[in-house]
């Protein structure tokens, strides 16, 4: 049986990380390891870490950010499937690993994603926007697209053959990395056309003008650092994209 292995980056998240704890060992599929990397939060969150004990994993200490804390991560899981959570998101159903190693093992696929939601960060009932991206292209990377991180699990020979997380991006770091692993490669993707992840409304890429500004230039300097060219239109269609996404229904 496939080893899924999910990696949580947290910072001060005491108020909505049990939820994404209990969502994570709600799942009906047996063979998991999960670990938590915290950058040394001050607001109880460690405190509601060593609740767990036993049941997770997890390491409190300093980082230079969020994808500093993946990396972390990345060096000490070991299961035959990666994926990723964030620290107040968590799953609509508890199905969602054994959806995910079962079209991985029929299709042969070295990843897949699927759809994700994101909810008000009050009433999670109330959904504010729902993605559903379909089929991975070289074509639609170059209109502004990109799959959910969140909803993202990939073979570890393929996380093994991508490399780490850069370091020096505060909030595109997962689209460097996705393009990194995506774009014009061979890699067997598949989409899964079902919702995978339920997430609060906001993100750091997202919580302002200033923030967005930020982001779209990291998202410039992705392609750029890994020598590739896209249309001069590509960086300004990705926030475009999530307009759309306000009038799509599950």
């Known amino acids: 049986m496939l080893k899924v292995s999910i990696i949580t980056a947290s910072y001060n998240a005491a108020e909505n990380i049990r939820q994404t704890i209990e969502s994570v060992l709600s799942q009906d599929y047996p063979n998991l390891e999960y670990w938590v990397i915290d950058g040394g939060s001050t607001d109880g969150t460690l405190d509601i870490l060593k609740e767990y004990e036993g049941k997770i994993n997890y390491l409190s200490e300093k980082d230079s950010g969020i994808y500093d804390a993946i990396n972390k991560g990345l060096a000490r899981v070991t299961g035959d499937i990666i994926g990723y959570i964030g620290a107040d998101d968590f799953y609509p159903n508890p199905h969602v690993y054994s959806t995910v190693v079962e079209t991985m093992e ?56 991508n490399g780490p997380y850069r370091t020096d991006f505060k909030c595109s770091g997962d689209y460097e990395w996705l393009l990194r692993a995506l774009f014009r490669k061979n890699v067997k993707t598949v989409y899964i056309p079902k919702l995978l992840i339920t997430m609060r409304a906001g993100g750091v890429s997202n919580a302002s003008l200033k923030h967005r500004f930020y982001a779209n230039m990291e998202d410039r300097k992705a392609w750029r650092v890994n020598g590739l060219k896209p249309y001069f239109w590509t960086v300004s269609m990705k926030p475009i994209r999530k307009i759309y996404q306000l009038f799509v229904k599950k």
Do not use: C
Request: net charge positive; glycine share 8%; aromatic share 16%.
């Open 106 to 161: 029929s299709t042969g696929a070295e990843a897949v994603f699927g759809d994700k939601q994101y909810v008000d960060p009050i009433n999670t009932a109330k959904v504010v926007r729902y993605w559903r991206p379909g089929k991975n292209t070289d074509l639609k990377w170059l209109w502004g697209w990109m799959p959910t991180h969140m909803t993202f699990y990939a073979s570890r020979k393929l996380v093994e053959r």
